[in-house]
């Protein structure tokens, strides 16, 4: 889940800086390196033959209208690239699993594989561990904040209707809508602008992906789908107590016109 203040936050002040976020890694760079010290190479993405090269999975691309930006691989850890890797989870196909300790997420596939994305996981204090269900899902889902997070931030009244959706929605080009016992748990898998938060703890509570892999994942479920998070893929991550806390609200839940799964 995004950290929504923190979000509107950051934006304010770019906002108020006039600069672009580019122009702000590059004075940020510089200040840190010397001109004496050659900056360590960065490692090629990986690529996949079924899934294609890095370049070409996080392109600039039009999706249901909106356009959406590419993805600086080159600035992107290579582990945290888009990739079909050997299936560590022991689950069955189309099992999702989260390990919260890599910030990887598992997509188990036939044959032992499965699709490894790279995601941001919740900070200190919204982290969790336990099972759920995607049982809803939706495109470009448009933002409602709730009226809690109004009250706390009232310059969010504006979006009291909803933030339309677009390339900088803080819930990005797709939204997985997490239930447990058919109530939603107010945790999502969703898709988020701000990629390079991807490996770390920066959300607040929810799993979020560079919005091509959101797509991906999106486009490969299409039902129910049980998704475990654990602390770690060892046995004794497997069988960790699960969390009983729910999340704190995203949104004003889930949309009236969003699919929901059988």
């Given at each position: 889940?995004?950290?929504?203040?923190?979000?509107?936050?950051?934006?304010?002040?770019?906002a108020f800086l006039g600069a672009s976020a580019l122009g702000a890694a590059s004075v940020a760079l510089s200040s840190c390196t010397t001109t004496d010290v050659a900056a360590p190479p960065v490692p090629a993405?990986?690529?996949d033959p079924a899934l294609g090269d890095a370049a070409s999975m996080y392109a600039a691309r039009i999706d249901e209208g909106y356009q959406l930006p590419a993805i600086p691989v080159a600035k992107v850890d290579?582990?945290?690239?888009?990739?079909?890797?050997?299936?560590?989870?022991?689950?069955?196909?189309?099992?999702?699993?989260?390990?919260?300790?890599?910030?990887?997420?598992?997509?188990?596939?036939?044959?032992?594989?499965?699709?490894?994305?790279?995601?941001?996981?919740?900070?200190?204090?919204?982290?969790?561990?336990?099972?759920?269900?995607?049982?809803?899902?939706?495109?470009?889902?448009?933002?409602?904040?709730?009226?809690?997070?109004?009250?706390?931030?009232?310059?969010?009244?504006?979006?009291?209707?909803?933030?339309?959706?677009?390339?900088?929605?803080?819930?990005?080009?797709?939204?997985?809508?997490?239930?447990?016992?058919?109530?939603?748990?107010?945790?999502?898998?969703?898709?988020?602008?701000?990629?390079?938060?991807?490996?770390?703890?920066?959300?607040?509570?929810?799993?979020?992906?560079?919005?091509?892999?959101?797509?991906?994942?999106?486009?490969?479920?299409?039902?129910?789908?049980?998704?475990?998070?654990?602390?770690?893929?060892?046995?004794?991550?497997?069988?960790?107590?699960?969390?009983?806390?729910?999340?704190?609200?995203?949104?004003?839940?889930?949309?009236?016109?969003?699919?929901?799964?059988?």
């Open positions: 889940m995004s950290d929504i203040p923190l979000f509107f936050e950051r934006l304010n002040r770019r993405a990986p690529s290579p582990k945290f690239v888009r990739q079909i890797v050997a299936d560590p989870t022991g689950e069955k196909p189309g099992t999702i699993v989260v390990d919260t300790s890599e910030h990887f997420l598992y997509l188990v596939r036939d044959g032992g594989k499965a699709i490894r994305y790279g995601v941001s996981l919740g900070k200190a204090g919204f982290g969790w561990t336990g099972s759920a269900v995607v049982q809803a899902r939706k495109k470009w889902p448009v933002w409602t904040p709730p009226p809690e997070m109004i009250q706390r931030r009232p310059e969010l009244a504006k979006y009291k209707d909803g933030m339309p959706p677009g390339p900088q929605s803080p819930l990005g080009a797709r939204a997985l809508y997490l239930f447990r016992d058919g109530k939603d748990t107010m945790y999502r898998l969703h898709g988020t602008p701000e990629w390079d938060s991807i490996g770390k703890n920066a959300s607040s509570g929810c799993v979020r992906f560079m919005n091509q892999d959101i797509i991906d994942l999106y486009s490969r479920v299409d039902g129910v789908v049980p998704v475990f998070v654990r602390p770690n893929l060892s046995a004794a991550g497997k069988i960790a107590a699960v969390s009983n806390r729910t999340a704190e609200p995203i949104d004003a839940g889930v949309p009236r016109d969003a699919e929901m799964l059988r």
